[in-house]
């Protein structure tokens, strides 16, 4: 558990600072990693003094949260149970550093340090009691899905009848990072130029590191979320080995078919297969199987890669016709890959999945535990994002986000740039002012 904690975290850092760096310009690419890396530091800290509390102490509030103060700092928790907090806490750090890259290059740096422990208080540490906690979209007898179809059982140990599944996060990680990334898009307004000028990614090679980065890190994210349905050490290994073996290949192929499937679209479209597009599509496919990986198989986790990679294809465009200037993707990668394996689980479940002849209602608990992730955090996030608009603001001045956030929010530079008047360090020479190409 501690391996694959440690490999979420990779996620974060570096993998994800990687990623979303490539994508941006080179006048963005420091900022762009520091928010990673600064949602870390924030989120670590916030996990353990609350957050582990909100999201899984006993003491439910109103099957939405939990008391914040009951395990405040991690008091009265036994030690047995670090490698636990260990391990979500790698979760929430990613999940909060995943918005970043629909606000790219344009937000203060303060304002992005201010907004994560908010934001993960008010809407990721909620979704996590709610769908992983015992809350709301579990399979609690007051919860969502028993309030539809009805609870099974004697009293006093009553359940949904239909439980819904999310094995590894496509409510609690990918909707609800895709869905604020939306929210602050729309509240924080397009980069200058957005639409008229090239805003293209300025180092692919690292975002195809970051996305390998990604992609390796992924198995502890999903193979590392196994849950033991019984404490006997025989029947916990048969299952070890059984489900871990799923969830490890489930990954791999779905991952695999998403990128295929990009890059297949890309090809029919635009007449060339792109490194971007290969990097997105794995991220796609990751993202899609996260909640499905231990309920399909094999081949239903390709038909949902090959599914998330052609719909995530098409709708990172969707930008350009509504206008929202989501950076680097997020919106289209995160929140349509987490409805598409959210849902896909009501058609390709084993136990459950309409195609295996077992009816609608697991479909129809999916599709409503991700519409209700959706309305929260799209409320949360929104109430959060006007909230510092009014008060410390977020964009930085217009001449600095031509010149480059890097220098004006950090001192620094990516690059020490060489141009034929000269160098300076931070960004603009006489001629240019980003010294390379956007």
């Known amino acids: 558990?501690?391996?694959?904690?440690?490999?979420?975290?990779?996620?974060?850092?570096?993998?994800?600072?990687?990623?979303?760096?490539?994508?941006?310009?080179?006048?963005?690419?420091?900022?762009?990693?520091?928010?990673?890396?600064?949602?870390?530091a924030i989120v670590g800290v916030v996990y353990v003094l609350w957050g582990y509390s909100m999201s899984y102490s006993d003491d439910d509030i109103g099957t939405l949260f939990a008391n914040p103060f009951t395990l405040f700092g991690l008091d009265g928790l036994d030690p047995a149970d670090y490698i636990t907090v260990s391990f979500q806490l790698t979760f929430a750090v990613i999940t909060a550093a995943l918005i970043s890259g629909a606000i790219a290059d344009r937000v203060k740096f303060s304002s992005w340090m201010v907004f994560v422990p908010i934001w993960v208080t008010l809407s990721y540490f909620p979704l996590a009691h709610m769908v992983w906690g015992g809350g709301f979209l579990s399979d609690n007898p007051d919860g969502l899905a028993a309030l539809v179809f009805g609870t099974v059982g004697e009293a006093g140990a009553k359940v949904a009848e239909i439980a819904p599944v999310d094995y590894a996060g496509g409510t609690v990680v990918h909707i609800n990072?895709?869905?604020?990334?939306?929210?602050?898009?729309?509240?924080?307004?397009?980069?200058?130029?957005?639409?008229?000028?090239?805003?293209?990614?300025?180092?692919?090679?690292?975002?195809?590191?970051?996305?390998?980065?990604?992609?390796?890190?992924?198995?502890?994210?999903?193979?590392?979320?196994?849950?033991?349905?019984?404490?006997?050490?025989?029947?916990?290994?048969?299952?070890?080995?059984?489900?871990?073996?799923?969830?490890?290949?489930?990954?791999?192929?779905?991952?695999?078919?998403?990128?295929?499937?990009?890059?297949?679209?890309?090809?029919?479209?635009?007449?060339?297969?792109?490194?971007?597009?290969?990097?997105?599509?794995?991220?796609?496919?990751?993202?899609?199987?996260?909640?499905?990986?231990?309920?399909?198989?094999?081949?239903?986790?390709?038909?949902?890669?090959?599914?998330?990679?052609?719909?995530?294809?098409?709708?990172?465009?969707?930008?350009?016709?509504?206008?929202?200037?989501?950076?680097?993707?997020?919106?289209?990668?995160?929140?349509?890959?987490?409805?598409?394996?959210?849902?896909?689980?009501?058609?390709?479940?084993l136990e459950g999945g309409l195609f295996y002849g077992d009816g609608v209602k697991l479909l129809v608990i999916q599709v409503l535990i991700a519409l209700f992730a959706m309305f929260w955090t799209a409320i949360i996030t929104a109430i959060i994002g006007f909230a510092i608009k009014a008060t410390i603001g977020w964009r930085i001045d217009d001449e600095d986000e031509v010149n480059g956030i890097d220098f004006i929010e950090h001192g620094e530079s990516g690059y020490d740039l060489t141009t034929t008047t000269g160098t300076r360090r931070g960004g603009a020479s006489t001629k240019d002012k980003e010294g390379v190409p956007a």
Request: proline share 3%; aromatic share 8%.
């Open 177 to 349: 990072a895709g869905v604020a990334g939306l929210v602050l898009a729309l509240i924080i307004g397009a980069r200058i130029g957005f639409g008229k000028s090239p805003m293209k990614p300025h180092n692919l090679p690292l975002t195809m590191i970051g996305a390998g980065l990604l992609w390796f890190g992924w198995f502890g994210f999903n193979v590392g979320s196994i849950v033991f349905a019984s404490d006997d050490p025989d029947m916990m290994y048969t299952q070890f080995v059984s489900e871990t073996g799923l969830v490890w290949l489930n990954t791999t192929v779905a991952t695999c078919a998403a990128m295929l499937g990009w890059l297949l679209l890309e090809k029919i479209r635009d007449g060339k297969a792109t490194s971007l597009g290969a990097a997105s599509g794995i991220v796609a496919g990751l993202v899609a199987i996260t909640p499905a990986c231990g309920s399909l198989s094999p081949v239903g986790a390709i038909i949902i890669g090959l599914v998330a990679g052609v719909l995530c294809a098409l709708a990172v465009g969707l930008k350009y016709r509504f206008g929202f200037d989501d950076s680097l993707d997020v919106v289209g990668v995160h929140l349509v890959g987490g409805l598409v394996g959210t849902i896909g689980i009501g058609f390709l479940a």
């Open 1 to 40: 558990m501690l391996i694959a904690a440690s490999l979420v975290l990779l996620m974060t850092a570096p993998g994800l600072a990687l990623f979303y760096g490539g994508m941006s310009r080179s006048k963005s690419v420091l900022n762009m990693m520091m928010m990673s890396f600064g949602a870390l």
